[in-house]
């Protein structure tokens, strides 16, 4: 599975920005496609991961409702909506995959995209 994520740029604070991960090669191996981001000088954090099967999602609390995840079937794209952006969104966001479990540690992801780094100025 390869994974590529785009879509980061600077913004301003209260702005919105539409992250994408498409997904290619084995891709009927990815039971969860999830994404992650790492602030400077931060441990890489669970953001969101989406159940590839049958969509379901599951987020930690401090993103939901601000973020939102949708998938298109057909380009085997996963989409990550930020809005109402912050200083604190500033991040490298990385989406990642696994084949065998629907997990919210990274560790337990095979599958990396190359990130893509978000930046909020105030």
Known sequence: V????FGGGLVQAGDSLRLSCAASGRTDSIYTLGWFRQAPG???EFVVTLNWRDGRSYWTDS???RFTVSR???KNTVYLQMTSLE???TAVYYCAA???????D??????WGQGTQVTVSS
């Open 87 to 89: 200083r604190e969104d």
């Open 72 to 74: 298109d079937n057909a």
């Open 42 to 44: 931060k441990e890489r």
């Open 63 to 65: 993103m939901k409702g």
């Open 98 to 104: 696994s084949d065998v479990g629907l997990f919210f």
């Open 106 to 111: 990274d560790t337990r992801y095979k599958f």
């Open 2 to 5: 390869q994974l590529q994520a």
